[in-house]
C-alpha cells in the first residue's frame, strides 16, 4: 500500500485556519485520498476525500497538488472541537472500485488553543 | 438514525476467558469492519465483511480471533482465550457500497485484559 507522511503533531489558534500536510509520494493513480479525524474517546469520523480535483464539503476543504504526491486538509475556522488526531489515508480502489480497506497511520494531533 | 452500535462499552475479564464484543451496523450498509486501537500499533483492521461474507481477515491476529455476522444486522468479534496483549479499544465500522467513500465508525468497546 503506498504510505502516507504526516506531522506528529500541529498547533492552531481558536478562529484561524489550519492547514495540514500530507505527503504521499508513492501514491498511485487509483489511489483516492481520504481525511478521517478521531475526537478524544471517540471513533474515526470522515471528514473529506478526493482523487485529483480540489474538494470543498460544510467540514473542510481538501486542496490536492497537480502531481498527488501531496495534499493539504484545510480546515477553515478552527474551533476547540476541531482538536482532534487526523489521518490521512490513501484508499486503492483497484480494478472495479471494489476495495473499501482503510490503513490508518499515526496521524497528527491538532492543539487549539482558545 | 442511531449510528453504529457496539456493546459492551466496557468490558474487564481475566486472562484466559473468552470474551465476545458485539457490533450492530447502520440500517441499510452491506459493509462491516471490525478495528482495533492501541497505543503501540495504532488503528488496525482485523477483518471487514460484504454482504454478511468475510472479504478480508489477514488482520486477524491469530487463531483466538473469530468473527461472525450471521445477519446484515448484527456481527461478532469473539477472544478465546484471552490475553492481557488484547488490552485494546475495538472499533466497529459500516458503509454503504455505491452510495459515499465515508465509513461510520461506532463508539467503541474498551478491553481490558487482566
Known amino acids: 500500500d503506498a504510505k502516507t507522511t504526516q506531522p506528529n503533531s500541529m498547533e492552531s489558534n481558536e478562529e484561524e485556519p489550519v492547514h495540514l500536510p500530507c505527503n504521499h509520494s508513492?501514491?498511485?493513480?487509483?489511489?483516492?485520498i481520504h481525511w478521517y479525524r478521531q475526537l478524544p474517546s471517540q471513533g474515526p469520523e470522515y471528514v473529506i476525500h478526493?482523487?485529483?480535483s480540489n474538494v470543498n464539503n460544510r467540514m473542510a476543504s481538501l486542496a490536492i497538488a497537480e502531481d498527488r504526491k501531496s495534499s493539504t486538509l484545510i480546515l477553515h475556522r478552527a474551533t476547540l472541537r476541531d482538536a482532534a488526531v487526523y489521518y490521512c489515508?490513501?484508499?486503492?480502489?483497484?480494478?472495479?472500485?471494489?476495495?473499501?480497506?482503510?490503513?490508518f497511520g499515526k496521524g497528527t494531533l491538532l492543539t487549539v488553543n482558545p | 438514525d442511531a449510528g453504529v452500535i457496539q456493546s459492551p462499552r466496557h468490558e474487564v475479564t481475566e486472562m484466559g476467558q473468552e470474551v465476545t464484543l458485539r457490533c450492530k451496523p447502520i440500517?441499510?450498509?452491506?459493509?462491516l469492519f471490525w478495528y482495533r486501537q492501541t497505543m503501540m500499533r495504532g488503528l488496525e483492521l482485523l477483518i471487514y465483511?460484504?454482504?454478511?461474507?468475510?472479504?478480508?481477515d489477514s488482520g486477524m491476529p491469530e487463531d483466538r480471533f473469530s468473527a461472525k455476522m450471521p445477519n446484515a444486522s448484527f456481527s461478532t468479534l469473539k477472544i478465546q482465550p484471552s490475553e492481557p496483549r488484547d488490552s485494546a479499544v475495538y472499533f466497529c465500522?459500516?458503509?454503504?457500497?455505491?452510495?459515499?467513500?465515508?465509513?461510520?465508525f461506532g463508539p467503541g468497546t474498551r478491553l481490558t485484559v487482566l
Open positions: 465500522a459500516s458503509r454503504k457500497q455505491g452510495f459515499s467513500n465515508e465509513q461510520f
Open positions: 508513492t501514491i498511485s493513480g487509483t489511489d483516492y
Open positions: 478526493g482523487l485529483t
Open positions: 489515508i490513501l484508499r486503492d480502489v483497484g480494478s472495479g472500485g471494489s476495495n473499501y480497506k482503510l490503513t
Open positions: 440500517s441499510g450498509h452491506d459493509y
Open positions: 465483511f460484504n454482504n454478511n461474507v468475510p472479504i478480508d
